[in-house]
């Protein structure tokens, strides 16, 4: 182009002028793809609508002066039954003095059903465009299990979203179940106590408690086994290459250890859970620190292994529940907790193995808080990472992330950590 530039210097300077403008109107266009995008309008008044779509109770809010953006909000997992309650961002106050809109959905059901909240989420947004307007841009939002929602609306509908940001999320979907079976299949193994065979949840509970616990102990107290369950949980958990913990793993540990054993039913293909038909442990190859009596070839040799329902993966037949792919076509951007132990770190390095292999890890930021905790960020943390989102889709800025897959993890997470936890091993060593 400044080839063809230079050749118009030499015939006219009003052609000289053209290529100039077209030269410049090109480079506008690749900085800032949404630059183009018709404004929303700018004189109407802020937007305050609650209702029930679909089963699902939901809000609308959108401020005087509405630039265009809207952010779709996707809570957590709620427990029990009926419907879900409906939830605002926790940075809704900054998204709406931004300009932005927000809606959020409290789904038509609890537990964990992704795909139906994905469909709620997806008529949320539709209703906003009939109702309000046309946005400039799109970003989805999710805490916890919203974290899977962001994920696979990502990329089972990336023409609804621009941009997405999960927070403690379940950014690599179902391998969460895989995760939580793993755990609790190694707890079998380990502790020498058959618990997987238990016929109910009652019958599980009860083996647990007075077998397994006896076998294995609890963190701080743990038995000569509980050391060997220890340490296959902490690279589960996402414990480095070269052997170093996550900070502060044990202390979130701690709050999880038996929360996290899981009761498996026998009959699996008829099980109403999704996540529980669809929970595999058929890939995991598991990890342990050696002396500790307990090789990984024979770890690995000898654990239970658990096979999904027929189908409950299948990309055709339960998208939302089959494997990630990592194609991204947005910017995501993650905030984690090294010590969650509910969603753990493990999660973001496996997606980001996924974006690798789809080459599209260039469109993933990742970001981390030493902290034992789940989903607790302060607000200014989200906050930054919010405005960075908006930042990288409407002017092509990248923002700053951390590598969760280097091979020294020890100092991970210091720059987005506002202070150091008292238990913090670089604390102890100041």
Sequence with gaps: MLTAYRQSLRVSPRRALVALI???????????????????ESDRAAISRSGVLGGASYLIEAPAKWDGGLVVFAHGIQRGPGPGAVAAPPIAGHILAGGHAWIASGYRAREYQPHLFIEDTNALRELFLKEIGQPRWTIIYGQSMGG?????????????????????????????ADYLMAYTA???LISGVPMLD??????????????VVPALGLPGAYTARGRQFDSVVKYLMGADQAGNDLPLRLQGLQRRYLMNMMHRPRDVEN??????????????????????????????????????????????????????????????????????AWVPLSLEQSYRRRTIAAGTDHLLVQRVMRAP????????????????????????????????LARDLSRIGLRWTMSLHPEDPLALRR
């Design 186 to 188: 190694a707890a079998e």
């Design 22 to 40: 077209a030269l410049s109107l090109a480079l506008v266009v690749t900085r800032a793809p949404w630059s183009s995008a018709p404004r929303a």
């Design 148 to 176: 899977h929602i962001v994920v696979a609306s990502l990329e089972l509908h990336p023409a609804l979203y621009q941009g997405g940001l999960a927070e403690c999320g379940l950014v690599d979907g179902i391998s969460i």
């Design 373 to 404: 905790s789940h989903c607790g960020f302060d607000g200014e943390t989200r906050e930054q990472a919010f405005d960075d989102l908006v930042a990288w889709i409407e002017r092509g800025v990248r923002p700053v992330g951390e590598d969760v």
């Design 198 to 211: 238990a016929p109910d949840r009652e019958a599980f509970a009860r083996v647990l408690n007075e077998r």
């Design 271 to 340: 099980d109403p859970s999704p996540g529980m038909r669809a929970a595999s442990t058929v890939h995991i190859r598991y990890r342990i620190d050696p002396a500790l009596g307990l090789t990984e070839d024979e770890l690995n040799a000898r654990v239970r292994r658990l096979q999904p329902a027929k189908d409950a993966r299948s990309p055709i037949a339960n998208p939302v529940y089959a494997e990630r792919t990592g194609r991204l076509r947005a910017p995501l951007i993650t905030l984690h907790e090294t010590g969650d």
